[in-house]
């Protein structure tokens, strides 16, 4: 019979697949819109984003709790001189790399801008999971 993990329950160890099942089950996001990764401009092309809480979930049974304690000055890609442009701001979850970080997501310049490609959570392609926290 396969295994089925109760979590957490008292006198039971758990490894971190068990964790990250438990995991899978919230919801890829931030905890508060208002105090998690707050974005501000922080002058010229830079933004900062403040520290904060959320969930990746990338795939069905997997899910990672991130958690960055202090905020980073990000620098914006320089604009097109007469059309406007709509960047985001994503958390970015690599699978290979075990890791999470910031990046700039740069939208195509036009008349009629429209916001550089909405990350989804269950995103089958091969490329590292993203969740948007501000469109800039």
């Known amino acids: 019979m396969s295994k089925i993990v109760l979590y957490p329950a008292n006198d039971c160890d758990f490894d971190a697949a068990d964790v990250a099942a438990y995991l899978a089950g919230l919801t890829s996001g931030v ?3 208002a105090e998690d990764f707050p974005v501000t401009a922080a002058g010229g092309l830079k933004v900062t984003v403040g520290a904060g809480r959320g969930w990746v979930h990338p795939s069905r049974f997997t899910g990672y709790s991130i ?51 909405q990350p989804t959570q269950y995103d089958p392609r091969p490329t590292p999971r993203c969740r948007r926290l501000t469109t800039v």
């Open 31 to 33: 905890f508060s819109s």
């Open 67 to 117: 958690t960055k304690r202090e905020a980073d000055t990000l620098a914006l890609p320089l604009a097109d001189p007469s059309l406007p442009r709509i960047d985001r701001i994503v958390m970015r979850y690599d699978a290979g790399a075990r890791a999470a970080s910031l990046q700039v997501l740069q939208g195509t310049a036009s008349s009629t801008p429209t916001a550089a490609g």
